[in-house]
């Protein structure tokens, strides 16, 4: 059974850091994309960054880029958000979420998510 | 990069009856190599994570209700539940997954009238 366990986030002030992790086990980890995706209370659904199979490409959204890093240790099974310099407008639930085959294809499962809030 | 927009941002339906929810890309999401538009909906219920429902556009996702169907090409894309159940109340995102960033539209809330 596929599973995507993130943890990691809380409560951070502004200009603070947090690394979130995502726990992922089911499947060959190693040979799937990954996304970070977060969700604003109340609100849609935002695409944050993306990771290739060994992690040697990323792409992050541009209100993220330079702030934000995603990594992966396929030896662990577990995808990476490095998150620095944070604003409040950062506040939102992170998911991890599996890129169902190659780079450019739907998602097919997510995990819980983390709450990550951002406020002095 | 390519925004999508879903309208309307949400509707109300009896049981029983249609609901119908629209995307528009602001590219076209058909890509010529293989002929299959990149665009996924997803259902979302409260306090839970999103489910894929439908993928190229037009395939359900195995065990999905055959009352959702997915349809439309290009850049218009419609998501229908053909028979509204309890169930369905949620918020749906039409996602373009053709090129990065792969965005989200903004989502339609389904609620029961």
């Known amino acids: 059974e596929v599973q995507l366990v993130e943890s990691g986030g809380g409560l951070v002030q502004p200009g603070g850091s947090l690394r979130l992790s995502c726990a992922a086990s089911?499947?060959?980890?190693?040979?799937?994309?990954m996304h970070w995706v977060r969700q604003a209370p109340g609100k849609g659904l935002v695409w944050v960054s993306r990771?290739?199979?060994?992690?040697?490409?990323?792409s992050y959204a541009g209100s993220v880029k330079g702030r934000f890093t995603t990594s992966r240790d396929n030896a662990k099974n577990t995808l990476y958000l490095q998150m620095n310099s944070l604003r409040a407008e950062d506040t939102a639930v992170y998911y991890c979420?599996?890129?169902?085959?190659?780079?450019?294809?739907?998602?097919?499962?997510w995990g819980q998510g983390t709450l990550v809030t951002v406020s002095s | 990069d390519i925004v999508m927009t879903q309208s309307p941002d949400s509707l109300a339906v009896s049981l029983g009856e249609r609901a119908t929810i629209n995307c528009k890309s602001s590219?076209?999401?058909?890509?010529?190599?293989?002929?299959?538009?990149?665009l996924a909906w997803y259902q979302q219920k409260p306090g839970q994570p999103p489910k894929v429902l439908i993928y190229?556009?037009?395939t359900r996702e195995s065990g999905v209700p055959d009352r959702f169907s997915g349809s439309g090409s290009g850049t218009d894309f419609t998501l229908t539940i053909s028979s509204l159940q309890a169930e369905d109340v949620a918020v749906y995102y039409c996602q373009q997954y053709y090129s990065t960033p792969q965005a989200f539209g903004g989502g339609t809330k389904v609620e029961i009238k």
């Open positions: 190229w556009a037009s």
């Open positions: 979420a599996r890129i169902a085959s190659g780079s450019n294809s739907w998602v097919d499962y």
């Open positions: 990771i290739n199979g060994d992690g040697s490409g990323t």
């Open positions: 590219q076209s999401v058909l890509h010529s190599s293989n002929n299959k538009n990149y």
């Open positions: 089911g499947f060959t980890f190693s040979t799937y994309w």
